[in-house]
Every structure is written in C-alpha cells, then in structure tokens.
C-alpha cells in the first residue's frame, strides 16, 4: 500500500529556513503528482505548493510565493519542501499528498489522495 513519511519539521525563528521531506513508497513514485497542504489550530486545511508528476510544472499558493520551493528525487522517491524566510503565519502541521491517479498536474485536497501523517512546523516571532 501507498506510504507517505513526512520528516523536517521543528521549531525555527522567523527569518529562518526548514527543509521538510516526504519519503514515498507502496507504487511508482515518479508517475504522481505531489503536493503539500498544512493546516494551522482552529484552521482549515491549506495548500501550499504542488509538483506534477513529471516535476517540469510546480504550483504554489500565493502566501508561499518568493519563500518555499518544491523539487522531487525520484531516484529516491523523496518530494521535498524548502521554507525560507519562515513567518510565524507559517506555524502548522505540514502534510504530504500522492495524487490517486497517474499523470497528473496537480494534486487536490480531497481525502481520497494519499496522506502523510504531518510534521509539525513551529515559526516563533
């Protein structure tokens, strides 16, 4: 079966960086798009940044724009999150998404994706 492992989160200070990974396995990887979605307390789920299954298109949302960066090694079946000049707005449990069918773009937030189980991400200001 699909297993999606998230890994990276902590605490940082605002200004600072993180790099958060998700190890994938259960199918081929390189054939799905993958995406990150973080939900902060009392807030619904969000997207953040996408990565089509190809890698040649990525997507972000528009408070992520300039700051985070999406990339994939499908040798090692790895999707990565780089955050840069974190902001305490960025505080969330970070979750990775697989695209349920192949080749796609993009990858939706809708449940019958497949889920990491979250990291936590800390921005203290």
């Known amino acids: 079966q699909v297993q999606l492992v998230e890994s990276g989160g902590g605490l940082v200070q605002a200004g600072g960086s993180l790099r958060l990974s998700c190890a994938a396995s259960?199918?081929?990887?390189?054939?799905?798009?993958m995406g990150w979605f973080r939900q902060a307390p009392g807030k619904e789920r969000e997207f953040v940044i996408g990565i089509s299954w190809s890698g040649v298109t990525t997507y972000y949302a528009d408070s992520v724009k300039g700051r985070f960066t999406v990339s994939r090694d499908n040798a090692k079946n790895t999707m990565y999150l780089q955050m840069n000049s974190l902001k305490p707005e960025d505080t969330a449990v970070y979750y990775c998404a697989q695209a349920r069918a192949p080749h796609t773009i993009v990858v939706s937030g809708d449940a019958s994706n497949y889920w990491g189980q979250g990291t936590q991400v800390t921005i203290s200001s």
């Open positions: 259960g199918r081929t990887f390189s054939n799905y798009a």
